[in-house]
């Protein structure tokens, strides 16, 4: 019996079942990854999405809220060829629309031909095409969430591993991954997380080793206040940053970046070192990139498949960011180092 409908942009109809009920609408995305689908669903990036997932069945491992990024699950909806009981429940619970018994061979395929797109769903008794098609209608795309900084920040500082030995970093809440607090905490670092709308001030105040730029989800233009900051404290403090991190100091020393075609989302894109033609494979979850670095930023690493900009680094003003997650949960972890190059330049 169909009972769930998932809406693309060009009002083509998808059936499925339902097993999460509800509405739902976002930008519908791909991810390649096998596992990790607690960690995806519960990553900050995905916000004001749908997340398809490739990988057939999803839940063969069950659910366990130790491998959760954050406090919730952040994708509008979720599709998926088919849901384990386990992650079904779960997403029920939280109020978030699921649909299974889709060809998402399919469903890729035509993000992959045409670009990531609109989306709209209906699941549940009271489906329907129609009630689809609405949603469909009034989804926005990803850069008109001027507000997504918000819908995913802390709403005040945090203070994680107080008596630290190691560096202090301020941690810029874009839509931070709970694991990139914890690949620093392991390292005996003091994490303060402030809100992606932190003032210099409120650096200044803690006077940090490093200022760290987080993840998140959305058009990084659109994060301006975060760029602000970027642009008054460089060349005062050390600087880093993942993913949108990468993007908005990219944009606020003069670069530019632009929205890619469906972007990198999965546990298996290869970035090659251009310093040490050194190849490891990385974790990824972005739809934008750097278009121009810009005068003031090298470009040392790159992505194996399109070329694009995978690291950004400037020496002399002790900047280093990467596109993909060094954090990496649930793997790889072939470059869990960078907290390591990012705390060796804080003491430096």
């Not at 809220?65 to 997403?91: C, G, I, K, M, N």
């Not at 009034?138 to 994680?160: F, N, W």
């Not at 606020?252 to 929205?259: F, I, Q, W």
Request: with cysteine.
């Amino acid at each position: 019996m169909t009972d769930a409908y998932v809406a693309l942009e060009g009002e083509r109809v998808i059936e499925g079942r339902c097993r999460a009920p509800g509405t739902a609408r976002g930008e519908i995305v791909f991810t390649t990854a096998y596992t990790g689908y607690e960690e995806s669903l519960t990553d900050p990036s995905y916000e004001e999405q749908v997340l398809t997932f490739s990988y057939p069945l999803i839940g063969n491992y069950g659910v366990r809220e130790e491998r959760f990024e954050s406090d919730r699950v952040h994708p509008r909806a979720s599709v998926a060829r088919e849901f384990t009981d386990d992650v079904a429940e779960w997403l029920a619970s939280e109020g978030v629309p699921a649909v299974d018994h889709v060809d998402t061979r399919d469903v890729v395929t035509e993000i992959r031909d045409e670009g990531a797109m609109k989306c709209g769903i209906s699941a549940g008794p009271d489906a329907s095409e129609e009630e689809a098609l609405e949603q469909l209608a009034q989804c926005k795309h990803m850069s008109d969430h001027t507000d997504i900084g918000a819908q995913v920040s802390v709403d005040e500082h945090e203070l994680h591993n107080a008596e630290g030995e190691g560096p202090s970093v301020a941690l810029i809440d874009c839509g931070a991954k709970g694991s990139i607090v914890e690949s620093l905490v392991e390292r005996d670092a003091t994490v303060h997380v402030l809100p992606y709308d932190a003032t210099p001030g409120d650096v200044e105040e803690l006077d940090p080793d490093v200022l760290f730029i987080s993840n998140g989800p959305g058009d990084p233009v659109n994060f301006e206040q975060t760029g602000e900051l970027v642009e008054q404290k460089v060349g005062e403090v050390p600087l880093a940053g993942i993913c949108l991190g990468q993007q908005v100091v990219a944009n606020a020393l003069g670069g530019d970046t632009e929205k890619m075609e469906f972007g990198h989302r999965g546990v298996n894109q290869p970035v090659r070192d251009l310093r040490t033609d050194r190849v490891v494979m990385t974790t990824q979850n972005h739809g934008y990139t750097v278009a121009d670095p810009g005068e003031k930023l090298e470009v040392t690493q790159i992505n194996v498949n399109d070329d694009t900009p995978e690291g950004l680094e400037n020496d002399d003003l002790d900047i280093i960011t990467r596109q993909y997650h060094p954090e990496a949960n649930p793997g790889p972890n072939d470059s869990k180092n960078f907290f390591d190059d990012v705390l060796a330049m804080a003491e430096e």
